[in-house]
T-cell receptor, first 111, second 117 residues
Framework: TQLLEQSPQFLSIQEGENLTVYCNSS?????LQWYRQEPGEGPVLLVT?????EVKKLKRLTFQFGDARKDSSLHITAAQPGDTGLYLC???????????FGAGTTVTVRA | NAGVTQTPKFQVLKTGQSMTLQCAQD?????MSWYRQDPGMGLRLIHY???????DQGEVPNGYNVSRSTTEDFPLRLLSAAPSQTSVYFC????????????????FGNGTRLTVT
């Protein structure tokens, strides 16, 4: 059983559309990270959120940490083919040396 | 800086064979870890190390051994490979994940794709 549940598992949209990826857990995290992974490569960090209710923007990507620090969302506005990839969320607990990853959402943006 | 370097990139083993996956980082990171990635299951932590001479088990440690004799290197050993160990393996490092997750993202290598027949 995954500690972090991501939904949807797959998402295919047309260029210019918006999309939202969700990351949910019953556990409270001290921080949550979002990574993007392209085929044949390792994941690369996009953002870290630490405060309940925190919203961070990275160009067309908006990340939100839930008020209770149990869930997070990633919203992409006007998606482009370059946004295609596997998006992974990862949660950390204070005084813990481990990051727990969700199973990921595969996003495909069609030109 | 090369970052995190993993070798080999691809490997095929027969059941029962042993091998070592190599991982090296040149960023002087204290924290290093090994994950395996399987379809639909995300990344699962195998072993991790918070510094030279210190290692600990993650979520799925069975069948794998690690050691950390230097800050730079963190090899993963499969003593007797099994088909269930067919996976993509990622090594990742961080400046000090255990002290400051916010300022310590994981830096991943590009993975080793292992097939056990």
């Amino acid at each position: 059983t995954q500690l972090l549940e991501q939904s949807p598992q797959f998402l295919s949209i047309q260029e210019g559309e918006n999309l939202t990826v969700y990351c949910n857990s019953s556990s409270v995290f001290s921080s949550l990270q979002w990574y993007r992974q392209e085929p044949g490569e390792g994941p690369v960090l996009l953002v870290t959120v630490v405060t309940g209710g925190e919203v961070k923007k990275l160009k067309r990507l908006t990340f939100q940490f839930g008020d209770a620090r149990k869930d997070s969302s990633l919203h992409i506005t006007a998606a482009q083919p370059g946004d295609t990839g596997l998006y992974l969320c990862a949660g950390a607990h204070s005084n813990d040396y481990k990051l727990s990853f969700g199973a990921g959402t595969t996003v495909t943006v069609r030109a | 800086n090369a970052g995190v370097t993993q070798t080999p990139k691809f490997q095929v083993l027969k059941t029962g064979q042993s091998m070592t996956l190599q991982c090296a980082q040149d960023m002087n990171h204290e924290y290093m870890s090994w994950y395996r990635q399987d379809p639909g299951m995300g990344l699962r932590l195998i072993h991790y190390s918070v510094g030279a001479g210190i290692t600990d088990q993650g979520e799925v440690p069975n069948g794998y051994n690690v050691s950390r004799s230097t800050t730079e290197d963190f090899p993963l050993r499969l003593l007797s490979a099994a088909p269930s160990q067919t996976s993509v393996y990622f090594c990742a490092s961080s400046p000090n994940l255990y002290r400051d997750t916010y300022n310590s993202p994981l830096h991943f290598g590009n993975g080793t794709r292992l097939t056990v027949t």
